[in-house]
């Protein structure tokens, strides 16, 4: 059961462009969304996250934007850079539950 | 203050045969999750300790079992190993259960043959 979706296994960007990587979810309980960053051979790291009381949450070039009528949260990174090259996961959580994570997103930024 | 230490890093088994892997969170830390990671499928959860109980526990099979000591440590056990179970198992601590964000070990690369 794949409450947490991520459909796109992959995306490249240009260097100083905007990437978006996409997320969408079905449990509709859930109300804390996160974005991890992965590197090979390492764990994820935490990025960011954002509470269902707020539709934006920015963290420098890293911004989050959750939809929740459409069940949606995306991340923006701008400008893109070369070291932002690694698998991008979304999670959600319901108060005082588990995780749940998406398959992840492939970024690739160009030079 | 240290992260999220696993262990073994790397593991290599014959099917059929079983497997404990250790997590040991960060200080202070009470929860415990632990995914498994395959190409395609992204982290799926396996199961979350909280306060040395089972507080979830994932779709998978009654193989995969798990237990958290009073140290907050955490082993995962496996049973009768399938070539299938061949992934990046991560352990992730966090203070408390789902409201804060977790903090990833390495993983153990388990390979079965």
């Known amino acids: 059961d794949q409450q947490v979706k991520q459909n796109s296994p992959s995306l490249s960007v240009q260097e100083g462009r905007i990437s978006i990587l996409n997320c969408d979810y079905t449990n509709s309980m859930f109300d804390y969304f996160l974005w991890y960053k992965k590197y090979p051979a390492e764990g994820p790291t935490f990025l960011i996250s954002?509470?269902?009381?707020?539709d934006k949450n920015e963290d420098g070039r890293f911004t989050v934007f959750l939809n929740k009528s459409a069940k949606h949260l995306s991340l923006h990174i701008v400008p893109s850079q070369p070291g932002d090259s690694a698998v991008y996961f979304c999670a959600a959580s319901a108060l005082n539950n588990d995780m749940r994570f998406g398959a992840g997103t492939r970024l690739t930024v160009k030079p | 203050k240290a992260g999220v230490t696993q262990t073994p890093r790397y593991l290599i088994k014959t099917r059929g045969q079983q497997v404990t892997l250790s997590c040991s969170p960060i200080?202070?830390?009470?929860?415990v999750s632990w995914y498994q990671q395959t190409p395609g499928q992204g982290l799926q959860f396996l199961f979350e300790y909280f306060s040395e109980t089972q507080r979830n526990k994932g779709n998978f099979p009654g193989r995969f079992s798990g237990r958290q000591f009073s140290n907050s440590r955490s082993e995962m056990n496996v049973s009768t190993l399938e070539l299938g179970d061949s992934a990046l198992y991560l352990c992730?601590?966090?203070?408390?259960?789902?409201?804060?964000?977790?903090?990833f070990g390495q993983g153990t690369r388990l390979t079965v043959v």
């Open positions: 954002i509470s269902s009381i707020k």
């Open positions: 992730a601590s966090s203070l408390y259960p789902g409201v804060t964000e977790a903090f």
């Open positions: 200080s202070g830390h009470r929860s």
